[in-house]
């Protein structure tokens, strides 16, 4: 685990009286999509030292967040966060599958990446990349902004893309990494070539021209009408409140009768 970090997670369970159970660096470095002047983006989940705090008529806050030099930091509580898992939240299905920094709970990492693969809705996640998708076409369609910010976007787009085709193709949750996506997407090997250009550029943070960005959007946007049409294919989740229950109990060391 980078040294820094660490220091950093531990002086945030210190001044807020936590315990993290899970952290990890979401964002390029798990896309495998970073560059040179990439941030570290760690996200974590916390439960309250002390349990008598949420049992207490001023709730704590339920989200910590701060910047540290090159860091974006952002915490959930565990009780915020499974109310999302409840709704098969993509924002943490991310951050479980990223990379996780060494001190997050190995139990409880195991527990949580079981039950997104047995219970989470692939419907709700391909909703959401396809939305996705088509919400970061439609900004460069509209945006006359620089081409650094163009090609950010189109790789937004792209990523999204290959999530939504992984989904639909494979009927499983998609890996983050999109060196893996394109190995494992069955597409036309043109587009995937294109992709790995744009992939590989923005990972030496060079940015193509405005025109290059909106061709590479030519190629694939046709697909997500078909695409939107398959959606229903996907297998909705199950309900997963009990098993979320016993892991809060578990984090909180409660058991099911009260101690």
């Known amino acids: 685990m980078n040294e820094k970090a660490g220091s950093l997670l531990k002086s945030i369970e210190k001044e807020n009286e936590i315990v993290i159970v899970m952290a990890a660096e979401t964002g390029s470095h798990s896309f495998d999509l970073e560059s040179p002047e990439s941030d570290r983006d760690i996200r974590f989940l916390f439960v309250r030292a002390n349990i008598r705090e949420y049992l207490s008529i001023e709730l704590q806050p339920d989200v910590i967040s701060l910047w540290k030099s090159d860091y974006e930091i952002e915490g959930w509580d565990i009780f915020k966060a499974f109310r999302l898992i409840l709704k098969s939240n993509p924002n943490l299905f991310e951050w479980f599958h990223s990379r996780t920094y060494e001190g997050s709970n190995e139990v409880f990492m195991a527990e ?145 009768g009260g101690k």
């Not at 460069?140 to 650094?148: I, Q």
């Not at 290959?162 to 996506?181: D, E, T």
């Open 112 to 256: 949580m990446k079981s039950l997104m693969a047995s219970h989470y809705s692939l419907r709700n996640l391909g909703q959401h990349y396809y939305h996705m998708c088509v919400s970061n076409l439609n900004q460069l369609s509209k945006n006359s902004g620089s081409d650094k910010k163009g090609h950010k976007t189109m790789v937004q787009a792209a990523r999204c893309y290959l999530m939504l085709s992984f989904l639909l193709q494979k009927q499983a949750l998609p890996p983050l990494a999109v060196s893996q996506l394109l190995k494992e997407v069955n597409m036309d090997w043109k587009l995937s070539s294109v992709f790995e250009g744009l992939f590989q550029a923005k990972r030496s943070d060079v940015y193509f021209s405005k025109e290059k960005i909106l061709k590479i959007g030519s190629l694939f946007e046709g697909e997500l009408i078909s695409a939107k049409n398959l959606l229903i294919t996907l297998p909705e989740g199950t309900d997963m409140e009990d098993r979320l229950n016993k892991t809060i109990w578990e984090c909180l060391d409660i058991g099911q």
